[in-house]
Nanobody, 123 residues
Framework: QVQLVESGGGLVQAGGSLRLSCVTS????????MGWFRQAPGKEREFVAI????????SYADSVKGRFTISRDNAKNTLYLQMSSLKFEDTAVYYC????????????????WGQGTQVTVSS
């Protein structure tokens, strides 16, 4: 079983920055694919970014490319999402996800999820 705990959300003005963290339990964090997803009120959960466990390859949604950076610290069992140039439309609950076999952009196949952290961007 893998447990994920996100933190770092909050209220920020448009154009500002935030860094989200996701601390995981378990001894095999380095082997897991890790992802960030977000869900705004009334909308489906959507892909934000992924970082693979095997080689650290990253992938981003077009809407955040160039503004967000996903990274991981395997020694600390922690996943990060650095968010810059935030926009009102980035407002959502942000979730981290983990899987030891899936690394795609669809939310449902991911095995483990955190409880989410709220990011609110004021315009």
């Amino acid at each position: 079983q893998v447990q994920l705990v996100e933190s770092g959300g909050g209220l920020v003005q448009a154009g500002g920055s935030l860094r989200l963290s996701c601390v995981t339990s378990g001894r095999t964090f380095s082997g897991y694919n890790m992802g960030w997803f977000r869900q705004a009120p009334g909308k489906e959960r959507e892909f934000v970014a992924i970082i693979k466990g095997i080689d650290g390859t990253t992938s981003y949604a077009d809407s955040v490319k160039g503004r967000f950076t996903i990274s991981r610290d395997n020694a600390k069992n922690t996943l990060y999402l650095q968010m810059s140039s935030l926009k009102f439309e980035d407002t959502a609950v942000y979730y981290c996800a983990a899987s030891n076999y899936y690394s795609g952009r669809v939310a449902s196949p991911w095995s483990y999820w955190g409880q989410g952290t709220q990011v609110t961007v004021s315009s």
